[in-house]
């Protein structure tokens, strides 16, 4: 399970929030198959995500796993 946090410290926009999330969601989806099963995600959305496409998204988060 993951979950996906991105409070109003990031943007004070919800559609900016909420791309960070659709940014998050796509990239974790491509990098299921690293995670075990049976795991908690809590993944929390950063100001720096706003600017990123998808793929530098993707990068950033698989150098934390």
Same mark, same amino acid.
Request: glycine residues 4%; aromatic residues 6%.
């Given at each position: =399970? %993951?979950? %996906? #946090?991105?409070? &109003?410290? $990031?943007?004070?926009?919800?559609?900016?929030?909420? /791309? $960070?999330? =659709?940014?998050? /969601?796509?990239? #974790?989806?491509? +990098? #299921?198959?690293? %995670?075990? @099963?049976?795991?908690? $995600? $809590?993944?929390?959305? @950063? !100001?720096? +995500? #706003?600017?990123? &496409?998808?793929?530098?998204?993707?990068? !950033?988060? !698989? @150098?934390?796993?």
């Amino acid at each position: =399970r %993951f979950a %996906f #946090i991105v409070g &109003t410290s $990031v943007h004070k926009h919800a559609v900016k929030r909420n /791309r $960070v999330k =659709r940014l998050l /969601r796509e990239s #974790i989806y491509h +990098l #299921i198959p690293l %995670f075990q @099963s049976c795991q908690d $995600v $809590v993944v929390m959305g @950063s !100001r720096e +995500l #706003i600017e990123l &496409t998808q793929v530098e998204v993707e990068k !950033r988060l !698989r @150098s934390l796993i």
